[in-house]
């Protein structure tokens, strides 16, 4: 039986990976592209509220279901394999990149249908434990820079990516953030030069980092800042990002 300082560990990890969860996942959730209808649990954060929602996005929680399996970690919301997730790094890291493909595939495989017919074990080649590579391998946006598609397709990558930067000044519901995009060049793809871009800290009454302040490094994800990142969390995430561009970039050539 757990003792007491124990259940107290626990209960502060449910809680702490209930809210990573709610911040990086309340954008796209709001747009309608991930997730239950409404954006009601991951705007309130309530635990309860965003673990049943949670299981309803057919992206993320099958990566956070294999995480936990393969890490002996019984709590996929578990605040390690959530960030592990988002950001690149950590725990997600350390497992076996063709083992982790293999058991991912045969969860999201049955569910994809005839369309994703590029989910094959000839992506284990690419295959990481985190959100950018289910968006620049699972996803078929990548696929589609070859078929004329470059502007919206590169679009959608850049926005569903976790991005970067840094905050240079705070305007009431506003700040300018320096930070790169994603350019698509003679090379493939790659992180463009950085440059300011006007980003909301508040929308329609919500905000993910309330006090976010001139100076903080926060994460942005479909064009709103969703947290605060400390110089580790940024090495992770610039790694895992750079990764991942290297493997697109390798298959883009092949398939022209």
Known sequence: MSNPTELAEEAQSDQRGTEIFARYAFAPNALGYCGPPGASAMRRGSGVEVRSA??????AWPYLQVLARMSGISDPLDHRLVE??????????????????????????PQAGSYWTHLTPELFAETSANH????????????????????????????????????LSRDGSEAD?????????????????????????????????????????????W??????????????????????????????KRER
């Open 54 to 59: 949670a299981r309803r996005f057919s992206g």
């Open 84 to 109: 592990s997730y988002w950001l690149g790094g950590g725990l997600g890291a350390r497992l076996d990149p063709q083992e982790f493909g293999s058991e991912l595939l045969a969860v999201i495989g």
């Open 132 to 167: 950018c590579f289910h968006v620049f391998g699972v996803y078929p946006w990548t696929r589609l820079l070859a078929r004329g598609a470059d502007g919206p397709a590169l679009h959608v990558l850049d926005n569903c990516r976790i991005s970067w930067g840094t905050v």
């Open 177 to 221: 953030v320096w930070c790169r995009r994603l350019a698509l060049g003679e090379v493939g793809l790659q992180l463009s030069d950085p440059a300011v871009f006007r980003v909301p800290v508040w929308v329609d009454g919500y905000s993910a980092v309330p006090h976010t302040a001139v100076g903080d490094t926060v994460a942005l994800h």
């Open 223 to 252: 064009g709103q800042i969703c947290g605060r990142l400390d110089a580790r969390q940024v090495r992770d995430l610039e790694m895992s990002t750079q990764r991942q561009l290297q493997h697109t970039n390798r298959r883009l």
